[in-house]
């Protein structure tokens, strides 16, 4: 049996009879099922696909109803929130009832414009390559402190298989992402393992690129809204719990106050866009000492989570200390596991006392 990839069209454009026939079918599927205004969010693109100007405002007041008088898509995350829940709905109706499509419909992650792709048939995915062994670590992990085993850049893999054994060496959480990347993502079947294995699961959304032009209100709020689909729909994250945001970077004053800050408004306003009776989650912070602080002290954060100083940022005896951290990043590691492998990880150690927004599935 074989399943299908997508093949980008050429210069010409399927006949539009076939484009009719792939949103009726997605019209009609269960993944589409009450949701009315993906369906009209998805017939606009892709029938204003060859237009050269449309834009969030031309999609809030042409399908959503907004007023165009008043409608501000800087202020106003319907377009943002719409086109995300639009994208997750699509790669669940692709991944399930259409896989076996002649065509597919997708939205890149940036900007509206459809691309519509045929589909060619693929052989099926080999098995997943063994983690390859590495040497001991130099260190061991120091007795009695709380750890997280948090995949970064650099090590985005899932710890299902590895939850048992992480478990019997005393690790209490486990910090998984929320990203772009599907590869990175915690998974229910993985937040099940965590679970059963008796590991509290932290969850961080993975900013995209580690500079300060990533950041801006508008970012956040379609990070924030993205986050909170991935939290809602794909792993019913319970209500009360937090996501974490990251900034990977070591911004100054005049970036916390000015980037920073005009982020986080976003991933807030995104938050406060849920509907009646859908979860509220805590917006944490991930980043150094004054970043944390400043979030925290302007209650655009409950919770922090405390980066290492960077390298070669000098030392500052006068400056005070941040100590009203919940969680504090420590040095990397490698974990034995099953099979006489071993996986890198990065230690972090929540503050006593303190919440850390963390859960398990029910």
């Given at each position: 049996m074989t399943s299908a990839r997508s093949a980008p069209l050429g210069a010409s454009d399927p006949h539009p009879n076939d484009v009719r026939a792939e949103l009726h079918r997605?019209?009609?599927?269960?993944?589409?099922?009450?949701?009315?205004?993906?369906?009209?969010?998805?017939?606009?693109?892709?029938?204003?696909?060859?237009?050269?100007?449309?834009?969030?405002?031309?999609?809030?007041?042409?399908?959503?109803?907004?007023?165009?008088?008043?409608?501000?898509?800087?202020d106003d995350p319907v377009v943002g929130l719409q086109l995300v829940r639009l994208r997750s709905k699509l790669g669940q109706y692709y991944a399930g009832e259409g896989r076996g499509n002649p065509l597919r419909i997708r939205i890149p992650v940036h900007g509206y414009r459809v691309r519509i792709e045929r589909?060619?048939?693929?052989?099926?995915?080999?098995?997943?390559?063994?983690?390859?062994s590495v040497p001991a670590p130099s260190s061991t992990i120091p007795a009695g402190v709380p750890m997280v085993v948090m995949t970064g850049v650099k090590a985005a893999f899932e710890l299902t298989q590895h939850a048992i054994a992480i478990k019997q060496q005393g690790v209490d959480f486990a910090i998984r992402y929320y990203s772009h990347s599907a590869g990175k993502n915690l998974s229910m079947a993985e937040a099940r393992a965590l679970t059963d294995a008796g590991?509290?699961?932290?969850?961080?959304?993975?900013?995209?690129?580690?500079?300060?032009?990533?950041?801006?209100?508008?970012?956040?709020?379609?990070?924030?809204?993205?986050?909170?689909?991935?939290?809602?729909?794909?792993?019913?994250?319970?209500?009360?719990?937090?996501?974490?945001?990251?900034v990977d970077c070591n911004p100054n004053a005049d970036d916390i106050a000015g980037p920073i800050t005009r982020y986080f408004e976003g991933v807030n306003q995104a938050f406060k866009a849920a509907r009646p009776g859908e979860p509220v989650y805590q917006v944490g912070v991930y980043g150094s000492a004054?970043?944390?602080?400043?979030?925290?002290?302007?209650?655009?954060?409950t919770l922090s989570w405390l980066a290492p100083a960077p390298d070669n940022t000098p030392s500052a005896p006068e400056a005070p200390k941040f100590e009203s951290f919940n969680l504090k990043q420590l040095a990397p590691a490698v974990l034995p596991v099953d099979d006489g492998r071993r996986i890198h990880v990065e230690l972090a150690r929540s503050n006593e006392g303190w919440p850390t927004g963390f859960f398990q599935i029910l």
């Open positions: 997605i019209a009609v599927s269960r993944a589409f099922a009450h949701a009315g205004a993906s369906c009209q969010l998805l017939d606009y693109l892709v029938s204003h696909r060859h237009a050269q100007l449309y834009s969030a405002y031309s999609i809030g007041v042409e399908v959503f109803g907004r007023s165009p008088a008043a409608f501000d898509p800087a589909a060619e048939p693929e052989p099926l995915a080999g098995p997943m390559p063994s983690l390859r590991i509290h699961i932290g969850v961080v959304w993975e900013t995209i690129g580690a500079h300060l032009h990533s950041f801006s209100r508008a970012q956040g709020m379609a990070d924030g809204a993205a986050a909170y689909l991935m939290a809602q729909s794909g792993i019913t994250q319970p209500s009360g719990s937090a996501i974490y945001f990251e004054a970043c944390c602080e400043a979030m925290v002290s302007v209650g655009l954060a």
